[in-house]
C-alpha cells in the first residue's frame, strides 16, 4: 500500500492572504493568485518547480527568480491559478510528485522536506 500526495488549497472566507512580511492582501478579480510546486535541488541549494503529472514529472532546469522567469513557467505549465467557486478562491493542485511526507506541512523535520508549495498574488487582471 502506498499513498500520493494531493491538494486542494482554499483562501479564508474573507479572501484574504498574508504575505512572509505579515502583511494582508484581498484576492479579488483584480489581482491574480498563482500556487507552484518546487523540488529541493540539493547540488545547488535551491528550489526548482515542478510541472506535469503523475508518472510525468518535470522539472525546471533552474529555480524561478524573476518576473521573466515566472512568465515562461506559466506558458510552460508549471504554474496552478486560482479560482473562484462558491464565493471562495481555491485551487486543485491534484496528485502531487513525491510522497506525502516530502512536504514540510506533512513532515516532523519540514526543514528536510523534498518538495513545497510556494503560492504568490500578482497583480494583474483575470482573463
Known amino acids: 500500500m502506498y499513498a500520493r500526495p494531493n491538494q486542494v488549497t482554499v483562501v479564508n472566507e474573507e479572501n484574504v492572504v498574508t504575505d512572509v512580511q505579515g502583511t494582508r492582501h484581498e484576492v479579488s478579480d ?14 545547488e541549494k535551491d528550489w526548482h518547480p515542478v510541472g506535469g503529472e503523475h508518472g510525468a514529472w518535470k522539472v525546471a532546469q533552474k529555480g524561478m527568480k524573476s518576473i521573466e522567469e515566472l512568465n515562461q513557467l506559466m506558458r510552460d505549465g508549471y504554474v496552478h491559478v486560482f479560482s473562484k467557486n462558491d464565493e471562495l478562491w481555491s485551487v486543485d493542485l491534484g496528485d502531487l510528485p513525491g510522497n506525502p511526507t516530502d512536504y514540510p506541512f506533512m513532515t516532523a523535520t519540514p526543514q528536510n522536506a523534498d518538495y513545497s508549495i510556494g503560492y504568490y498574488l500578482v497583480d494583474m487582471d483575470r482573463c
Open 30 to 43: 483584480g489581482n491574480t493568485l498563482l500556487a507552484i510546486v518546487f523540488k529541493r535541488h540539493p547540488s
